[in-house]
């Protein structure tokens, strides 16, 4: 299981942030984390620039320290404090007026719905004064270019999507997207977050953020060199088990399974086209303790390159691990999830590499991408990710398809095969590069990226642009870039700069018109250069002569594929680039996503809620009956009782610098671990006292789950009386009992703890399932 969590791309770029008059940090603490560098950019923004640093969180962060406002409010009431600005923007007419009117779609629904959030119900719900919010937004919309940063305090609800949805939607209403020192920074914990996100290593797509659809099926295996047909026979699996033998078994290469499927019967479901297991409930696969859609029960978990022991709901993890066939944990250094379980047999560690004994390239936040040369061959018995992934293949019998995308080419505008061997990595980043055609990843070959890596001295660290060898080049070529001539992209839906140096409109994705409204961005709205006046749909086969006024050969035809996101013979690319004209379209941003349970984003209280009375005045979602393979209870949790009178006391979670992620690595370095010796929790001196706690007490923390954590009371005024705040960089103790027996000899990190992720309140996102880590209930009891 391979971590990436969505967080929504980042517009622009760290160091575009020194462009910026305001920068807000809500649900980020980049003084410790995320990285650290956009804090460093955000200082020097107010040095050179004189920009306002405005900290919005529900702790006093060592961000907060050094900002110019702080403004506190109440874990899972982003949603209603973002409304609330938009309530005063609309109300003093600072919106973009333009914009509106030009480039968005049912703005006016998100009008209609701030009407409500007067600075009075903001405060009821959210905690901060009336004063602060009206302060705040005025100094935010009347100075532009603003920019806005979030991290996981945002996505980290179980209304993520829609927090994450309301903070575009204020840029997008301020006009402050595609402006330099203006958009979304997404602020991402590691280096390559967002090269796994782009490889989606999830459960709900496919690389390239294609769907589940056999359309992207088809696309991927004509890249991979596969046939279509023999490739989906490892998907059919029946739902009804055992069941009448039907014809000949469909053999498949999950540990040499058969499966049977009738396609005529409605009980027969294609799993390719259906979502996986989510990383936040896999554990519900093996203990299906709620109502899950699967043909079996999962039996193997397969574990690299992520920290299971920074997932929530860790006493589930232990209870599926005793259940599983088997644990594979294929990691540099040990990850603590093969420690949970007591089990004797059937976990296997692999050796793998470090980043410094292998080459390739990842994908920082601001979708640039970087070439890491191996410094030195692996060490030891290790190997490299790819080495373990290739022997896996060989001994289930499908090397061949699995590293044929690898000797794939473009001849005379059709793919075919082109070599007889593969060159790593070079040949994957090439395969990556064709295949990913949907975030304009075509121009990102491996030799301009080395290309990049070789030159790096000559760009610019502020503007990203480049001089002498790599003149009118982007460092990294941040996608959508999308030829090889392209530069790439370093502000996504800027109209000011002509197609070929990075300009573009916001996306066409959903149609060319919705409620009899064109979905299209206005005629005014044109990119310099660009043949095609205003806006326009995206690129395919069937309108690419209509929409840039050209005629086709017979031969182009035949070459060319369905759409600007299928099309290997680049033909659609180099009509467009000719044209001056965006292959993914000239569009209205939408503000509605008609698809989604709440179609704008709306406040909805979290599923503990410290207020009954909000609860019943602001619910959370009915409950789900199937996403990701299983049920998902949302009100039926929340509305069981009033939570807060057994567990009174709000439950955050931060990162502490020296420690990273799940900390496995820092934590295995005594110079790091001595900066934080041991798991602790910040508590207001005033909620200890009630407790009879001490500052450096032992304490446990009770959650609704029924679990609990003991660690150390740290007094802090950096949390108010009515909460607390704990990392979650701790493993190897689990509810007070210590594991250090299980660790193989010479493994065992410096520093233990407790997981903060074992009282993770139940709560998952209504569509992307991530868990509810950052606004939960707990109860607190002296040890």
């Given at each position: 299981?391979?971590n990436?969590w969505g967080?929504g791309?980042?517009t622009n770029?760290v160091?575009d942030?020194i462009?910026s008059k305001?920068?807000l940090f809500i649900g980020a603490n ?5 990285p650290?560098?956009?804090?460093k950019?955000a200082?020097?923004?107010r040095d050179?620039?004189?920009?306002k640093?405005v900290v ?6 060592r ?5 110019d406002?702080?403004?506190?409010i109440?874990?899972g009431?982003?949603?209603?404090f973002?409304y609330?600005m938009?309530?005063?923007i ?9 914009v509106?009117a030009k480039?968005?779609?049912a703005v ?7 009407k409500?959030?007067t600075?009075?119900e ?8 009336t004063?602060e919010?009206?302060e ?8 532009k270019?603003?920019?806005?940063c ?10 993520g999507s829609?927090?994450t949805r309301i903070l ?6 301020l ?5 330099p020192g203006?958009?979304t ?7 390559n977050?967002?090269?796994a ?5 999830l459960a709900?797509?496919?690389s390239g953020?294609?769907?589940l ?5 088809k696309h ?5 060199g ?6 989906v026979k490892?998907?059919?699996v029946?739902?009804?088990e055992?069941?009448?033998k039907?014809?000949?078994?469909v ?5 040499r399974?058969?499966?049977y ?7 027969d479901?294609n799993w ?6 989510s990383l936040?409930k896999w ?5 299906k303790?709620e109502?899950?859609?699967?043909s ?9 390159g ?5 997932m929530a ?5 232990k209870e ?6 088997m ?5 540099p250094?040990?990850n603590?999830v093969?420690i949970?379980s007591d089990?004797?047999d059937?976990i ?5 590499c470090t980043?410094?004994e292998s080459?390739g ?7 640039s ?7 030195i061959?692996p060490?030891y018995?290790?190997?490299?990710d790819?080495?373990?992934?290739f022997l896996f293949a060989k ?11 690898m000797k ?6 059709e793919?075919?095969?082109v ?5 790593w ?8 590069a064709r295949?990913?055609?949907s975030?304009g990843?075509?121009g990102r070959?491996a ?5 990049h890596?070789?030159?790096w001295?000559f760009?610019d660290?502020?503007?990203?642009k480049g001089?002498?060898p790599?003149?009118?080049e982007?460092y990294?070529?941040p996608?959508?870039c999308w030829?090889e001539?392209?530069p ?5 839906y ?8 990075g300009?573009m ?9 919705h409620d009899?409204?064109s979905?299209?961005a206005?005629e005014?709205?044109?990119?310099p250069g ?10 395919t ?6 929409v840039?006024?050209i ?6 035809k035949?070459k ?12 659609i690319?180099?009509k467009?680039?000719?044209?001056g004209?965006c ?12 698809e ?6 709306k406040h909805?209280e979290p ?5 009954w009375?909000?609860v019943?005045?602001y619910p ?6 199937r996403n990701f393979?299983?049920?998902t209870?949302?009100?039926?949790e929340q509305?069981e009782?009033d939570?807060s009178?057994?567990f009174?006391t709000?439950?955050s979670?931060?990162r502490?610098v020296?420690l990273s992620g ?7 370095s ?9 798991m602790f ?8 006292a009630?407790h ?5 007490d ?9 679990t ?11 949390v108010t ?7 979650y960089?701790?493993?190897g103790?689990?509810?007070?009992v ?9 493994a ?8 903060s992720?074992?009282?993770?309140n ?6 992307t399932?991530i868990s ?8 607190l009891?002296?040890?």
């Amino acid at each position: 299981m391979a971590n990436t969590w969505g967080y929504g791309a980042m517009t622009n770029h760290v160091a575009d942030m020194i462009n910026s008059k305001v920068i807000l940090f809500i649900g980020a603490n980049s003084a410790v984390a995320n990285p650290v560098g956009a804090m460093k950019r955000a200082l020097q923004a107010r040095d050179r620039n004189n920009a306002k640093i405005v900290v919005v969180d529900p702790v006093y962060t060592r961000t907060a320290a050094k900002a110019d406002m702080f403004i506190r409010i109440r874990p899972g009431t982003d949603i209603a404090f973002i409304y609330g600005m938009l309530h005063l923007i609309f109300k003093n007419g600072w919106e973009d007026k333009d914009v509106i009117a030009k480039q968005s779609y049912a703005v006016d629904e998100i009008r209609q719905e701030a009407k409500h959030w007067t600075p009075e119900e903001v405060s009821r719900v959210t905690g901060c004064s009336t004063q602060e919010l009206e302060e705040f937004t005025k100094l935010f919309a009347t100075s532009k270019p603003s920019t806005l940063c979030w991290a996981l305090g945002i996505t980290q609800h179980s209304v993520g999507s829609s927090n994450t949805r309301i903070l575009a939607i204020l840029q997008l209403v301020l006009g402050n997207m595609g402006k330099p020192g203006g958009g979304t920074n997404i602020l991402r914990g590691h280096d390559n977050v967002q090269g796994a996100t782009d490889m989606n290593c999830l459960a709900d797509s496919l690389s390239g953020y294609y769907g589940l659809g056999d359309g992207a099926y088809k696309h991927h295996c004509k890249g991979w060199g596969v046939n279509f047909d023999d490739f989906v026979k490892r998907f059919a699996v029946s739902v009804k088990e055992p069941r009448e033998k039907l014809g000949e078994p469909v053999k498949g290469t999950n540990f040499r399974e058969y499966f049977y499927h009738d396609p005529k019967n409605p009980e027969d479901r294609n799993w390719r086209n259906e979502k996986g297991w989510s990383l936040s409930k896999w554990w519900q696969g093996v203990l299906k303790e709620e109502e899950t859609f699967s043909s079996g029960n999962l039996r193997v978990l397969w574990v690299q390159g992520t920290g299971i022991t920074s997932m929530a709901h860790q006493v589930k993890i232990k209870e599926a691990i005793d259940k599983l066939d088997m644990l594979v944990v294929a990691e540099p250094f040990l990850n603590e999830v093969a420690i949970l379980s007591d089990r004797k047999d059937g976990i296997y560690v692999l050796p793998a590499c470090t980043q410094f004994e292998s080459e390739g390239y990842c994908s920082a936040t601001n979708r640039s991408a970087q070439w890491r040369t191996q410094v030195i061959k692996p060490l030891y018995e290790s190997k490299e990710d790819q080495e373990i992934m290739f022997l896996f293949a060989k001994k289930f019998g499908f090397y061949d398809e699995y590293v044929k995308g690898m000797k794939m080419g473009i001849v005379d505008g059709e793919i075919k095969q082109v070599k007889d061997d593969f060159k790593w990595p070079e040949d994957a980043t090439d395969e990556i590069a064709r295949n990913t055609q949907s975030i304009g990843n075509n121009g990102r070959t491996a030799a301009r990226l080395k290309k990049h890596q070789e030159n790096w001295q000559f760009f610019d660290p502020l503007t990203l642009k480049g001089r002498g060898p790599v003149e009118g080049e982007y460092y990294g070529l941040p996608w959508p870039c999308w030829d090889e001539k392209h530069p790439g992209t370093p502000i996504l839906y800027d109209i000011t700069k002509p197609y070929v140096e990075g300009g573009m409109g916001f996306r066409n994705r959903f149609g060319l018109e919705h409620d009899g409204v064109s979905q299209l961005a206005d005629e005014s709205i044109t990119l310099p250069g660009s043949k095609v006046k205003g806006g326009h749909p995206q690129i395919t086969k069937e309108n690419i002569e209509k929409v840039l006024g050209i005629t086709l050969s017979e031969e182009e035809k035949a070459k060319m594929g369905s759409s600007w996101s299928m099309d290997y013979s680049g033909i659609i690319a180099k009509k467009c680039r000719e044209a001056g004209v965006c292959p993914c379209g000239n569009a209205r941003a939408r503000v509605k996503v008609w698809e989604f349970a709440d179609q704008i984003p709306k406040h909805r209280e979290p599923i503990h809620s410290p207020d009954w009375d909000l609860v019943k005045k602001y619910p959370t979602f009915e409950d789900q009956k199937r996403n990701f393979r299983v049920a998902t209870k949302f009100i039926s949790e929340q509305q069981e009782k009033d939570w807060s009178k057994e567990f009174p006391t709000i439950i955050s979670s931060l990162r502490v610098v020296n420690l990273s992620g799940a900390g496995m690595i820092e934590r295995t370095s005594k110079y790091l671990a001595a900066i934080t010796p041991e798991m602790f929790a910040h508590v207001n001196p005033e909620l200890a006292a009630k407790h009879n706690i001490k500052d450096g007490d032992m304490m446990w923390i009770h959650a609704p789950q029924g679990t609990k954590i003991k660690v150390k009371c740290i007094y802090s005024y950096s949390v108010t009386p009515d909460r607390i705040c704990l990392p979650y960089n701790f493993a190897g103790i689990l509810q007070g009992v210590d594991l250090s027996d299980r660790y193989p000899e010479g493994a065992k990190p410096y520093t233990i703890g407790e997981s903060s992720n074992t009282i993770t309140n139940y709560g998952f996102d209504i569509n992307t399932q991530i868990s509810e880590f950052n606004a939960g209930l707990c109860r607190l009891e002296k040890a």
